[in-house]
C-alpha cells in the first residue's frame, strides 16, 4: 500500500555554469519513512537536499511539499511559501549547526523560538529531545565543549525541536567513530518511530541497509535507481560469495570439481578458497562434501551476503563498462 | 628556507580571499584616492556662503555686497538679522555680515560691522574671520585712501586759493603805495603852503587893549571905591561927627585925591595906548592880508589834494572790492579747513571696522568638537559593532539553522539591528553622562532633539556595519571594511578638514556624507537647540537613506544566502565550481587532424606552398579563425590573418615559445 506524499520532486534539473549537477530527477518522499540517498561525492546529493527543502531554487522541474490539514493534502511549490516549508521539516546538515558559546539548552530554546513555539511546548520538546538525545546531563554544556557525538546529537535535537513531520540528514555520521555512529543511528530510528519522515544521505551504505526503507541512488547527476534496500541488492548483486578455510587446504583438488555448477568464479586468495555464485546454499553442501572426501578438516566457513556497497560498486562499475 | 616560505603562504591566503585582498591592498588605496580627490582642487573663497543684512541697503553697503560676490563669495541677502544667523546655525550660511544702519562713509566717525560667526566651525571660523576681515580691511582702506584723497584734495584747493589770493594782496599793495603816494603827495602840497601868519602884534594889541580896558575897569573900579568910600565915610561923619570927624575926613579927602591922581593917570595913558591899538590894528590888517594870500595858496592845494584823493579813493575802492573777493576766498578757504579740521584720525585711518559676534555663548573648544567627536564614536562603534555580529552570526555554525527555520530573513536583520541599537544606545548615553561630568558641555540642553539625532546615528551606521557584515567574508575583513569605510567618512568631513576647502565635487557630495550630516544635526542640537522643524530636509535625508540601506541589507543577505547554499553542496565543492577544460574542436588540415597549436605549427611546417594556398584560396583564413573561435587566442589569431605561411609560422613559433617561457617560470 502506498504511503501519503510529503514530498514531490518532479523532473528537477539543477546546473551551476556548465556543471549539471541534477538531472531530470523525480523522487515521492513518503511519509513516515527513511529513506536514504546515496552516490559519490559530487552526485548530487547534497544538492538535492537543499531542492527539496527550496534552499536552492531549481533550473528545471518542481519540488512540492504536502501538507496535510485534517487528513486532506495540499500541495504548494516549496518555493512559494517557504515559512510553511521550513515549519514541517528538521534539516541536520553535514557540519552541526548551532551556537557554540550556548549551552544545549540555551541552544535548542533559541531555535525552537524561531519556530515560534511557545513557552511550554517548547519547555516540552526541550525536555523530550534532551532525554531522547542522551543530552540531558550535559543540558547547561556549552556547546563548544561537547564531544564530536554529542555535537551531532545536539544539531539533530535542533533540528526536531519544532517536532518537524520530516527529518532530513545530510551525512550525519561524517566524521564519526563507528560508536558513536551507531548512536545515531539508533536515535533516528527512535525518531522515524515516532513517525517522523526521515530523508538521509549517506557514505557508510552498509548502515543504510537495515535503517532505510528505501534508497536512492545518484550517479553523474542522475537517480540511477530507487527502491527498498533488498531489491536493489536483488536487482544488483545476484552473486554470493563463500569463504572456506580448512586444513591442509589443498584447493586444487576441489576447484576443478566445482567448475560448471553455476558457479560464476572460484579462487584462492591466501588459506581461504573463494567461490561466487548465485546459489551459495546449493555450492556450500557441495563444497562441504567434497572437503570432507578430500580429507579437508574444515576451520572456517563465511557467506558474504552482496550489501549496499555491492549495489554501490555495481552501479558504478556497470556505468563505466557501458560507457 | 622556512621564512620564505611561510611568507608566500600568507601572501597567498591573504590575497585570495577577495575580501582581505580588497580591504588590505586597495582598501588604503581607495581611502588615499577618495581623500586625494577630496582635498585637491579646494579652494576655500570660492565656496564660503556669506550671508548679509543691512537695516537699510546704502550704496555703500551694497559696494560691498558686490565687492564680495566678485571676490567668489556666495552672498545671500537677508530681510532680518535673526533669519541670517538663524541660517549659520543650521550651517547653510557660514557668516553673517552685519551692516550698521545709515551704513556710508562718515568723517567723524567709524562704521562697525559686524560678524556673525560660527565657533564651532573652529576649521573654519579663522578662515571666514581672515577673508572677511580682509576683504572689509581693503574696502576700509579704499574708503581710507579716497578720505585722505579728499583732504589732501581741499588742501590743495586751499593752497591754490592762497596762492591766488596772494597775487591779489600784491595787487592791494600796489594800490595801497600808490594811494600812500599821493596821500604823500597831498601831504608835500599842503606842506609847502605857508600857513604861518604872525598874530604877535595882534596880541599884543590884544594886551594893550586888554591893558586899556583893563585900565578903565581899574579907573572904573578905583572910582567906585572912591566914591564908595567917600559915600561911607560921609555916612559915617554923618554918625561920628563929634569925635573923629576930623580923621575921616581927612581920610576920606586922601582917598578922593588918590583916585583923582589915578583917574588921571589913566587918562594920560589912554591915548598912548588907542594909537598902539591903532598900530596893531594895521598890523593885523597886514597880517588878513598874509593870510588871503596864504589861503589862495591853500585853496589850490587843496584843489591839487582834492584831485589826488579823488585818485586814491578810485584806488581804495578797487582795493575794497578786491579785498571783498578776498575775503570770500580766504572764507571758503576756512570752510574747507574746518571741514578738514573736523575729521576724526580714526574714522579717516579705518572707516570702517569689523566686530566679530559668536553665534553661541559657548566659548570652549572641547564643547564645539563633542558633538563631532561624540558622533565619530557613534560611527567607529556602530560600524564595527554591528558588521562584527553580523560576521559572527553568518559565519557561525548556527548560520544554516538561522537560515532555515520559520522566521523571516527580515527578522534576523530587523534584531540584529536592534541588540545594536540597545548596546550602542547604552554606550552613547554612558559617554553622554560621563561627558556631562568632565566635559562641562550642554550636552542635555536639547536632549530630546539630540536623541532623535543619536537615534539616527545609531541605526544609519549599524545599518551601514549591517551591509559591511554581510558583504565581508571574514572578521578581520569586516573590521578593516570598517575602519576603511568609517575613515573614509572622516577625511571627507568637517572635523579634519572643511568640506569648504575641498575639492567642489566631493565638497558637494560629502554634504551628503551621513557623518557630516549626523554630526552638524548633533552640534545644532546641543549648541544651537535646534528644532525637529527647523531641521529641513535633512531627516527626510536621512529617513530615505536608512530605507535605502535597510533595503540593501536585504539584498545582499539575500545574495548571501543564496551563496551560502551553494558553497555548502559538496556537489558544488567538487564540480560546480572547478574550471572545466576547454574542448577544442579538432581542425582538418589537409588531411591531418590539428587539434592544438603544437599540431598545426608541425602541419603548417610539412605543408607545402601550394596546399598553403589552397588552404587560404577562398579568401578566408580558417586557421587565423581556428585560432581565434577554438583556441580562443583572439591575439594570435589576428597575427596568423596572414597570407604569407612563413609570417603564420612565425607568429605561432614566437607564441608557443613565450607561453613555454612563462609556464617554466610558473613551475
Known amino acids: ?44 546529493k547534497t544538492t538535492l537536499l537543499n531542492l527539496l527543502v527550496g534552499f536552492l531554487p531549481p533550473d528545471r522541474g518542481t519540488v512540492n511539499f504536502v501538507q496535510y490539514t485534517k487528513g486532506q493534502p495540499q500541495i504548494f511549490n516549496v518555493l512559494k511559501k517557504p515559512l510553511i516549508v521550513n515549519r514541517s521539516y528538521g534539516f541536520a546538515a553535514q557540519t552541526p549547526s548551532f551556537y557554540e558559546k550556548l549551552t544545549v539548552r540555551e541552544n535548542l530554546e533559541y531555535f525552537g523560538k524561531m519556530y515560534d513555539l511557545g513557552t511550554k511546548a517548547l519547555r516540552a520538546n526541550v525536555d523530550i529531545l534532551l532525554k531522547l538525545m542522551g543530552l540531558k546531563a550535559s543540558q547547561y554544556v556549552t556547546a563548544r565543549d561537547l564531544s564530536g557525538g554529542m555535537k551531532r546529537r545536539l544539531d539533530i535535537a535542533c533540528a526536531m525541536v519544532h517536532n518537524p513531520g520530516v527529518l532530513i540528514l545530510d551525512e550525519p555520521t561524517a566524521d564519526l567513530d563507528p560508536v558513536l555512529r551507531n548512536q545515531i543511528w539508533e536515535i533516528v530510528k527512535r525518531i522515524n518511530m515516532r513517525g517522523t519522515t526521515v530523508v538521509l544521505s549517506s557514505h557508510h551504505l552498509n548502515e543504510l541497509d537495515t535503517l532505510c526503507n528505501r534508497i536512492a541512488i545518484l550517479k553523474d547527476a542522475e537517480l540511477v535507481d530507487i527502491d527498498t534496500p533488498d531489491k536493489l541488492k536483488l536487482k544488483y548483486t545476484k552473486v554470493q560469495e563463500i569463504l572456506i578455510e580448512s586444513y591442509p587446504g589443498s584447493y586444487e583438488k576441489i576447484i576443478p570439481k566445482l567448475k560448471g555448477k553455476n558457479i560464476t568464479s572460484i579462487s584462492q586468495e591466501g588459506t581461504y578458497l573463494t567461490i561466487r555464485t548465485q546459489e551459495p546454499e546449493r555450492n556450500i553442501k557441495e563444497v562441504l562434501t567434497l572437503l570432507e572426501r578430500g580429507g579437508e578438516q574444515l576451520l572456517d566457513i563465511k557467506l558474504n551476503k552482496p550489501n549496499l556497497d555491492d549495489v554501490f560498486v555495481k552501479v558504478y562499475t556497470k556505468k563505466r563498462e557501458e560507457k | 628556507m622556512k621564512g620564505p616560505a ?53 550704496a555703500l553697503a551694497d559696494d560691498i555686497i558686490s565687492a564680495l560676490n566678485e571676490k567668489g563669495y556666495r552672498v545671500s541677502v537677508f530681510a532680518n538679522e535673526s533669519m541670517c544667523t538663524d541660517m549659520i546655525k543650521t550651517g547653510q550660511v557660514h557668516t553673517c555680515v552685519l551692516f550698521p544702519s545709515d551704513f556710508s562713509i562718515k568723517e567723524d566717525e567709524s562704521q562697525v560691522v559686524r560678524f556673525a560667526v560660527d565657533y564651532s566651525r573652529i576649521n573654519l571660523v579663522y578662515e571666514i574671520i581672515d577673508g572677511l576681515s580682509q576683504e572689509f580691511q581693503v574696502q576700509s582702506t579704499s574708503i581710507t585712501e579716497e578720505l585722505t584723497s579728499d583732504v589732501l584734495q581741499r588742501l590743495a584747493l586751499a593752497q591754490e586759493e592762497v596762492h591766488d589770493q596772494l597775487a591779489t594782496g600784491e595787487g592791494l599793495e600796489t594800490k595801497l603805495d600808490l594811494v600812500q603816494s599821493e596821500m604823500a603827495e597831498s601831504r608835500s602840497s599842503l606842506g609847502s603852503v605857508d600857513v ?18 583893563g585900565m578903565i575897569t581899574e579907573i572904573k573900579a578905583e572910582s567906585i571905591d572912591a566914591i564908595e568910600a567917600a559915600e561911607a565915610t560921609l555916612r559915617d561923619a554923618r554918625s561920628e561927627v563929634e569925635n573923629e570927624t576930623r580923621d575921616s575926613v581927612d581920610d576920606t579927602m586922601d582917598l578922593l585925591e588918590n583916585a583923582t591922581a589915578t583917574i588921571l593917570d589913566i587918562a594920560d595913558d589912554a591915548p598912548t595906548a588907542v594909537t598902539e591899538v591903532n598900530y596893531i590894528i594895521d598890523d593885523a590888517a597886514d597880517a588878513m592880508e598874509k593870510v588871503q594870500e596864504r589861503f589862495g595858496q591853500l585853496v589850490s592845494a587843496s584843489e591839487e589834494v582834492d584831485d589826488r584823493l579823488a585818485t586814491s579813493k578810485g584806488e581804495i575802492d578797487t582795493a575794497l572790492s578786491e579785498l571783498t573777493t578776498l575775503r570770500g576766498k580766504l572764507q571758503h578757504v576756512d570752510r574747507s579747513l574746518q571741514e578738514v579740521l573736523g575729521f576724526q584720525a580714526s574714522s579717516v585711518a579705518a572707516p570702517i571696522t569689523t566686530r566679530i559676534e559668536p553665534v553661541t555663548s559657548e566659548d570652549s573648544n572641547l564643547t564645539f568638537t563633542y558633538p563631532y567627536v561624540l558622533m565619530l564614536v557613534i560611527m567607529f562603534l556602530g560600524l564595527m559593532l554591528s ?62 532633539v539630540s536623541l532623535v539625532v543619536i537615534f539616527f546615528a545609531i541605526t544609519l551606521f549599524s545599518f551601514l556595519g549591517m551591509i559591511i557584515g554581510y558583504v565581508a567574508g571574514t572578521q578581520e575583513a569586516a573590521m578593516i571594511s570598517s575602519l576603511s569605510l568609517g575613515s573614509v567618512l572622516l577625511f571627507v568631513s568637517n572635523l579634519v578638514l572643511p568640506l569648504e576647502a575641498m575639492n567642489q565635487v566631493v565638497s558637494i557630495l560629502s554634504s551628503y556624507n551621513p557623518y557630516v550630516v549626523l554630526s552638524e544635526l548633533l552640534k545644532q542640537s546641543m549648541l544651537f537647540n535646534l528644532r525637529l522643524v527647523d531641521t529641513g530636509g535633512r531627516i527626510g535625508l536621512l529617513v530615505l537613506t536608512i530605507l535605502i540601506l535597510f533595503g540593501l541589507i536585504i539584498a545582499v543577505q539575500r545574495s548571501f544566502k543564496s551563496k551560502f547554499f551553494q558553497r555548502r ?61 577554438e ?32 609556464l617554466q617560470k610558473k613551475k
Open chain 1, 1 to 44: 500500500m502506498a504511503r501519503a506524499a510529503v514530498f514531490e520532486v518532479k523532473a528537477v534539473s539543477k546546473s551551476f555554469g556548465d556543471n549539471h549537477v541534477l538531472k531530470n530527477i523525480s523522487i515521492t518522499i513518503e511519509k513516515g519513512e527513511v529513506i536514504g540517498i546515496i552516490g559519490s561525492s559530487g552526485s548530487g
Open chain 2, 6 to 58: 611561510v611568507i608566500a603562504k600568507n601572501l597567498k591566503l591573504l590575497f585570495r580571499s577577495r575580501e582581505t585582498a580588497f580591504t588590505i591592498v586597495f582598501g588604503p588605496l581607495l581611502i588615499i584616492l577618495l581623500v586625494s580627490a577630496a582635498y585637491t582642487g579646494g579652494d576655500t573663497d570660492t565656496q564660503l556662503h556669506v550671508g548679509a543684512y543691512s537695516p537699510e541697503y546704502t
Open chain 2, 196 to 213: 604861518n601868519v604872525s598874530f604877535a602884534d595882534l596880541k599884543d594889541i590884544r594886551g594893550r587893549v586888554t591893558g586899556l580896558s
Open chain 2, 387 to 448: 558588521s562584527s555580529l553580523i560576521v559572527m552570526d553568518k559565519t557561525s555554525n548556527a548560520a544554516f539553522r538561522n537560515f532555515t527555520t520559520a522566521t523571516r530573513d527580515e527578522y534576523h536583520i530587523l534584531f540584529s539591528f536592534i541588540t545594536t541599537f540597545f548596546i550602542l544606545l547604552g554606550q552613547t548615553l554612558i559617554i553622554l553622562l560621563v561627558s556631562y561630568f568632565f566635559v562641562k558641555a550642554p550636552l542635555f540642553n536639547n536632549f530630546a
Open chain 2, 569 to 629: 553542496s559538496k556537489d558544488l565543492a567538487a564540480n560546480a565550481f572547478a574550471p572545466r577544460a576547454r574542448k577544442i574542436k579538432p581542425l582538418s588540415l589537409m588531411h591531418h587532424e590539428v587539434k592544438d597549436l603544437f599540431d598545426l605549427l608541425e602541419v603548417l611546417d610539412h605543408m607545402t606552398r601550394a596546399d598553403f594556398e589552397q588552404v587560404i584560396a577562398g579568401g578566408k583564413n580558417p586557421i587565423a579563425a581556428w585560432v581565434r573561435l
Open chain 2, 631 to 662: 583556441v580562443g587566442e583572439k591575439g594570435l589569431a589576428r597575427r596568423m590573418d596572414t597570407r604569407s605561411k612563413e609570417r603564420m609560422i612565425l607568429a605561432l613559433d614566437k607564441y608557443i615559445k613565450r607561453r613555454s617561457k612563462r
